[in-house]
């Protein structure tokens, strides 16, 4: 049974950084990208970049590209997302999700959500 | 950069009835591909649909989609209670942008 599992809530200052985990339970790990994808409260989905876990080689949205960081443990089934600069907008909460076949896009499975909160 | 717009924003509806949720794409997309997602409040968005018209594992057959080139039609058919939800459509493609959302009210 496909499961993405990700770390709780983190509060944050204004200029620190977050890391979020996600590990994957019931499937092959390599062989599905993982994407990232952000909702702040009220509003729609905003996607933020893919690692592939083979390659480790990532792609980000513009709005992200320099502030995040995607990286992955194949010996765990993790993926990680880090980002730095954190801004009061920042907050929201950030999914994980299973790319169902490569270069699609569509995402199959998602995680619960970890919830970042960027506040002085 | 593929911009999707869904409408309407809102749809009041009430159980049974069916709904008409519309996506529209800036230009063609990509295979003629789309997805559609469902998301309950305080949950993570589900896939519903795949492949413009394929149904997820597990998803009634009420849900039917269609849809090519740029406009994609989501059609929830007898509506009940747990359909309430908001729902993003997204067009393949190796970089993801999601539509603003259909939200689907009683």
């Known amino acids: 049974q496909v499961q993405l599992v990700q770390s709780g809530a983190e509060v944050k200052e204004p200029g620190a950084s977050v890391n979020v985990s996600c590990k994957a339970w019931?499937?092959?790990?390599?062989?599905?990208?993982i994407h990232w994808v952000r909702q702040a409260p009220g509003q729609g989905l905003e996607w933020m970049g893919w690692?592939?876990?083979?390659?480790?080689?990532?792609n980000f949205a513009q709005n992200f590209r320099g502030r995040v960081t995607l990286t992955r443990d194949t010996a765990i089934s993790a993926a990680y997302m880090v980002m730095s600069r954190l801004r009061s907008d920042d907050t929201a909460m950030y999914f994980c999700?299973?790319?169902?076949?490569?270069?699609?896009?569509?995402?199959?499975?998602w995680g619960p959500g970890s919830l970042v909160t960027v506040s002085s | 950069e593929v911009v999707l717009t869904q409408s309407p924003g809102t749809l009041s509806l009430s159980p049974g009835e069916r709904a008409t949720l519309s996506c529209r794409a800036s230009?063609?997309?990509?295979?003629?591909?789309l997805a559609w997602y469902q998301q309950r409040p305080g949950q993570a968005p589900k896939l519903l649909i795949y492949?413009?018209?394929s149904r997820a594992t597990g998803v009634s057959d009420r849900y039917r989609a269609s849809g090519s080139g740029t406009d994609f039609t989501l059609t929830i058919s007898r509506l009940e209670p747990e359909d309430f939800a908001v729902y993003y459509c997204?067009?393949?493609?190796?970089?993801?942008?999601f539509g603003g959302g259909t939200k689907v009210e009683i």
């Open positions: 019931g499937y092959t790990f390599s062989g599905h990208y």
């Open positions: 997204q067009p393949y493609g190796s970089s993801v942008t």
């Open positions: 492949g413009t018209s």
């Open positions: 230009q063609s997309v990509y295979n003629n591909h």
């Open positions: 690692i592939n876990p083979r390659s480790g080689v990532t």
């Open positions: 999700a299973r790319e169902m076949e490569t270069m699609t896009g569509t995402l199959d499975y």
